[in-house]
């Protein structure tokens, strides 16, 4: 019989400023790292005031990494070093693979009423592949199917396979899955993740009961101003849930909907060298690429 996961630990998204001022809340970041292996950040774009989001993220270098940008309301414009261009709007994912070295710009617009609401997620990438050539894929939400499950759930599949719909996004080191999953009302969700592989979900709205686990202090929680009221069973917007190791992850609503983001990839288990946009395994490889960034050569691939 599958084994439910449960739940590892709890985090509350805390607000931060990135880029050239883009006020976000990051879910999780240096300070956890390894304990979300393979995955480093997981960034929560969300804002009405343009003052909060046009200044965005400039010309700036990545190296060792991939970095997974969900779009779900507003556009967001990039460039690279690759020669990319475009423009990733509502529904869409733009998947890159930074590999030895990428230059670009990320500059969120919003939409018509002034919103912008998306995610970044950073994968790491195993030290047989840091320096790999990078790549870019720029997922159009036409070409990301939904999965319509028993009891009216909806999961719309970006990499990973629910109820025979495959993810567009393949061929991932990591063997990650990215689903973004929204429940009526009174409904369980169960999904099998393989073993081994380390599982999130981050609550984007509402609010669901995650492993049945309805004693409110059998998991640790961290992040600023838990209250008593905070520390009850189910678990709402801006929270992410970690899940220890099992077989398969649980979802129960009651009379609220929920949705959420589930995330899982297979661990690397080596170290990490992070510094800013640049993730390598030893401290002497982090130092050559901001050497080689200062010196104009950090760009492999031209």
Not at 31 to 54: A, G, I
Not at 121 to 140: C, F, G, S, V
Not at 148 to 175: A, R, S, T
């Amino acid at each position: 019989m599958p084994a439910n996961r449960k739940i590892a630990k709890v985090f509350r998204s805390r607000p931060t400023i990135e880029g050239a001022g883009v006020h976000l809340k990051r879910a999780f970041g240096f300070s956890e790292v390894p304990l979300l292996d393979p995955f480093l950040l997981l960034d929560d774009f969300h804002s009405n005031d343009p003052k909060h989001y046009l200044k965005g993220f400039p010309w700036h270098p990545h190296r060792g990494i991939e970095t997974i940008t969900y779009v779900l309301d507003g556009r967001v414009e990039h460039g690279d070093s690759m020669g990319n261009q475009g423009v990733i709007e509502s529904g869409d994912v733009q998947w890159m693979t930074a590999g030895s070295g990428v230059i670009h710009q990320e500059m969120p617009k919003g939409d018509n009423q002034k919103l912008m609401w998306g995610f970044q997620l950073w994968a790491n990438l195993p030290a047989a592949q840091k320096m790999m050539d990078p790549r870019y894929r720029e997922i159009k939400r036409s070409d990301i199917s939904e999965a319509v499950l028993e009891g009216g759930v909806l999961v719309k599949v970006i990499c990973g396979q629910v109820g025979g719909v495959e993810g567009p996004v393949g061929d991932i080191v990591i063997e990650p899955e990215y689903l973004d999953v929204a429940l009526p009302p009174g409904v369980e969700f169960t999904h099998p993740i393989p073993r081994g592989h380390k599982a999130f979900a981050y609550v984007i709205g509402g609010r669901g009961l995650f492993c049945r686990e309805r004693n409110p202090f059998s998991y640790e929680m961290t992040g600023a101003n838990w209250s008593d009221i905070d520390r009850g069973p189910f678990i709402e917007a801006e929270t992410l849930v970690l899940f220890g190791d099992g077989d398969q992850v649980s979802v129960l609503t009651e009379k609220d909907p929920a949705r959420f983001l589930l995330v899982s990839g297979k661990p690397l288990n080596e170290p990490v060298a992070w510094y800013g946009p640049i993730v390598m395994n030893t401290q002497t490889e982090l130092e050559q690429a901001f050497t080689e960034f200062r010196k104009g050569n950090f760009i492999r691939n031209k």
